[in-house]
Nanobody
Framework: QVQLVESGGGLVQAGGSLRLACTAS????????MGWFRQDPGKEREFVAG????????GYADSVKGRFTISRDNAKNTVYLQMNSLKPEDTAVYYC??????????????????WGQGTQVTVSV
């Protein structure tokens, strides 16, 4: 079983940048496709970005495409989400997730077996 811990959230002005990190322990993340999701209070959790086990394939929600970049450093057992040109509508709790049953990422939250506790991202106008 893998444990996931997110870090790097915070308060930033619109147009600014943040880099989130998801550090895994317990098992190597090479065993997992990884995803980032976000959730605002009162809304459903939504897919943000995903990356396959090797890091060769990535995917993004249309709302973040061209602004966010997901990457993984398997040697450090860490997945990153670089967020640029942030907008107030990006404000949410961001969660890292690991999927053990798939080689590539999924856009569906039910595909993921393990979740972090989340990190708050707040973008001010």
């Amino acid at each position: 079983q893998v444990q996931l811990v997110e870090s790097g959230g915070g308060l930033v002005q619109a147009g600014g940048s943040l880099r989130l990190a998801c550090t895994a322990s317990g098992r190597a993340i090479t065993l997992y496709a990884m995803g980032w999701f976000r959730q605002d209070p009162g809304k459903e959790r939504e897919f943000v970005a995903g990356i396959n086990r090797s890091g060769a394939t990535t995917g993004y929600a249309d709302s973040v495409k061209g602004r966010f970049t997901i990457s993984r450093d398997n040697a450090k057992n860490t997945v990153y989400l670089q967020m640029n040109s942030l907008k107030p509508e990006d404000t949410a709790v961001y969660y890292c997730a690991a999927a053990s049953r798939y080689i590539t990422y999924s856009r569906e939250s039910y595909a993921y077996d393990f979740w972090g506790q989340g990190t708050q991202v707040t973008v001010s106008v």
